[in-house]
């Protein structure tokens, strides 16, 4: 580790700027070639950005001037820019919002009928916000009214146009991705920042001045400060908020995270102006979110919650993952533990669900990134404690990839293997780290006569890609096969690996993907409704109000249409659409449930079904002739 070094920090937000020499603890969060200096704020007593509290009422203290929003741009139009800046602008339309991206194919994809997104409910928002809708009426039975729902005009833009999109923006939302950096310091470790200080360069340059820049990625703890010193060297005279306010929507989920959030963190300086833009983007948000859950805090704690967020999160899954290891050896049941301990009101019973591990985009880079902060600021042992929830995670793949083994007497030559499920979870179309493809990587190692993929939501050509990016060798590849149904892949197999708990392979069946859609329309005011003349639709009907209207007018039809109030404009795709011509894929999952009768018919002995999200019931899979496994499933007494 380099020696100390001394560092010159320029900390403005008062009249006059102060200079303190503070010592850096390791050259690592220093401005290296081609490294944003996002060094946390350490070995500060405070903010570094916050001007130090003043008891007289100088300009500085006095309260500016609420700030009026006309015009959002969110830079990234991807997983997370696009379905915010559609929820902001769905809820707000009143306020213009551009997404802007440098994709011009993925920015073309938001413009058309096929989104590059697939998330349950969001095609319906985009085309009511992007496209805008139909004047319309709606009789309601309870109150025997028919009512007037007047027509909207479009408030949400997709383009490649940067300069005018952030150019006219009164906020600037910075989505883009910071995946875990693959090369030089902190490689493997902490976030690749060069997309954030990307987007900053071009917000520094079009941004209009006394633009709020919002920093949505997640970032190291101290990022705010990157965006602010590259905003103030291209425009020095210019007076730009940055403010934090992660994003915290879970894939598969998005549509409705957004729609009904458990908190909106809103990260600021505790200066005037900073306080005013943190209010600024808490007027926005508070179109749908009450306020009561719109949490303003510090830049820094805006930053580091984020991360804190997922590594807990991770922290509990691989805390009960540790345990199912204990309860195959000691007769116990995993699940019977998760609902003992989920019962105690202090510990709550999300995300205690044993399996083969935790995949996606963000926790395991989120957690890389928290200990690799960690590691700068010399605290091993705070590193060493995050660490250890991916070693668990990575040791629970392992171990399942090794059960898979054994309980085919140690030898998987000549045999078939069907692999049940790619996505990294149910309810998405996405591949990138999945669980499976390292478990997949393991026995296509010993050599199968085939290892046969469905999913019944992922696109074949994905799943192929990312499996041909861990297993390079051709010979190997060659044994893996993606099949579109259930039927091709478990026909001649001797296993059955399940590996993502989409409701397709439950057994007994579950209720599915519809239950979910239809509640999630579900408005809390429908009793309100029913009682009445509560002229809740008044002059200017929110969307929260015209989903109620959708609720009431669609009440005990079993087939609840798109849009029962007929207010969507159509949507037609060109002749010869790529969209309509590739491989279509359906997050929430297409095709028919898997019928196990008929897959133990098709299958060689012994039939064996890993169950590695504990999805089947174990004695009802027996009676159709199966041996089962579950993750932490002991033999008991
Ligand atoms: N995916 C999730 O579920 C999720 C949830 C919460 C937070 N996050 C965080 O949000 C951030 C964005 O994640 P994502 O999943 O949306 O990433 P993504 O890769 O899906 O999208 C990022 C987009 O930014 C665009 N982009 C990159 N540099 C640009 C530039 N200079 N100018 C304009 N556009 C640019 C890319 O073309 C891409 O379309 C990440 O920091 C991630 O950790 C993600
Ligand atoms: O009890 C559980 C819950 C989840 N998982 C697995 O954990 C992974 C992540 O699941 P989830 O958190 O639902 O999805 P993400 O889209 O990765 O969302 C996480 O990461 C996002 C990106 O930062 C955050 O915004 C979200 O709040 C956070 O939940 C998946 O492989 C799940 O199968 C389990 O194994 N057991």
Redesign the pocket.
């Given at each position: 580790m380099a020696s100390p070094v001394n560092r010159t920090v320029i900390i403005s937000g008062d009249s006059a700027s102060t200079i303190e020499t503070v010592t850096a603890r390791s050259e690592l969060g220093s401005t290296a070639a081609g490294t944003p200096d996002t060094s946390p704020p350490t070995s500060r007593s405070r903010s570094p950005d916050e001007p130090k509290a003043s008891t007289s009422t100088d300009a500085s203290t006095v309260p500016l001037e609420p700030m009026e929003v006309k015009n959002i741009c969110f830079?990234?139009?991807?997983?997370?820019?696009?379905p915010t800046a559609a929820l902001i602008a769905f809820h707000n339309p009143h306020i213009q919002v551009t997404v802007?991206?440098?994709?011009a194919e993925?920015v073309a994809a938001w413009n058309s009928p096929h989104l590059p997104?697939h998330e349950t409910g969001l095609p319906k928002i985009v085309r009511i916000a992007r496209d805008g809708t139909n004047e319309t009426t709606a009789f309601l039975p309870t109150i025997n009214k028919t009512i007037k729902v007047a027509p909207r005009t479009p408030n949400l833009t997709f383009s490649t146009d940067?300069e005018n999109g952030i150019g006219a923006a009164d906020i600037v939302l910075i989505?883009?991705?910071?995946p875990t950096k693959t090369y030089g310091i902190g490689a493997g470790m902490t976030?690749d920042l060069s997309?954030v200080e990307?987007?900053s360069e071009?917000v520094a340059k079009y941004a209009k001045n006394g633009a709020v820049v919002v920093e949505?990625?997640?970032?190291p703890t101290g990022t705010a400060r990157m965006i602010r010193e590259i905003l103030a060297q291209y425009r020095p005279r210019c007076e730009f908020e940055v403010v934090s306010n992660?994003?915290?929507?879970?894939?598969g989920t998005?549509v409705r995270d957004l729609m009904n959030p458990d908190r909106i963190l809103i990260g600021s300086n505790t200066t005037p102006a900073g306080l005013r833009a943190a209010a600024a983007l808490k007027g926005v948000y508070a179109g749908w979110v009450p306020e009561s859950k719109i949490l303003t805090v510090n830049t820094w704690s805006s930053e580091l919650t984020?991360l804190v967020a997922n590594a807990m999160l991770a922290q509990r899954i691989s805390s009960i993952n540790s345990i199912s290891a204990m309860c195959e050896e000691l007769g116990a049941d995993v699940q019977e533990i998760s609902r003992g301990i989920g019962a105690d009101s202090r510990l709550g019973k999300k995300f205690l669900h044993a399996g083969v591990g935790f995949g996606?985009?963000?926790f395991e880079?989120?957690i890389l990134n928290l200990s690799y902060m960690a590691r700068v600021l010399h605290l091993d042992t705070v590193a060493d404690y995050w660490m250890g929830v991916l070693d668990i995670n990575k040791y629970q793949r392992q171990r399942f990839a090794e059960k898979v083994h054994r309980a085919l007497n140690g030898n998987l030559r000549g045999k078939k293997v069907a692999i049940f499920g790619f996505a990294f979870k149910e309810g998405t179309n996405d591949t990138r780290n999945s669980i499976a493809v390292h478990i997949i990587r393991q026995l296509a190692n010993e050599r199968p006569r085939e290892i046969a993929i469905f999913d019944p939501g992922c696109s074949p050509e994905e799943i192929l890609s990312e499996v041909g990016q861990h297993i390079q060798d051709e010979p190997t590849l060659a044994q893996v096969k993606v099949r579109t149904n259930w039927r091709e892949t478990t026909d001649g197999a001797s296993a059955i690996c399940i590996l993502t708990p989409w409701y397709h392979f439950h057994y007994p069946k579950q209720a599915q993907a519809t239950a979910r859609r239809t509640s999630l329309w579900n408005g809390s005011k429908e009793q309100q409704l029913a009682d009445a003349n509560t002229g809740f639709l008044g002059p200017h009907p929110t969307e929260m109000d015209l989903i109620e209207l959708e609720n009431c007018v669609t009440r005990g039809k079993n087939k609840v249409p798109l849009d029962p109030l007929k207010r969507l404009k159509p949507e037609a795709c060109p002749e010869n659409c790529k969209g309509c011509n590739t491989s279509s894929t359906n997050a929430e999952g297409g095709g028919d449930p898997v019928d196990w009768e008929e897959v133990s018919a098709m299958m060689k002995l012994p039939k064996l079904v890993l169950d590695g999200r504990n999805v089947v019931s174990a004695p009802e899979l027996e009676k159709l002739g199966f041996k089962v496994q579950g993750i932490g499933k002991g033999v008991g007494m």
């Open positions: 830079v990234g139009a991807g997983f997370v820019g696009g802007v991206d440098l994709n993925r997104i940067l989505c883009v991705n910071t976030a997309a990307g987007a071009t949505k990625s997640t970032v992660p994003e915290f929507l879970a894939e998005a984020k996606g985009s963000c880079k989120d």
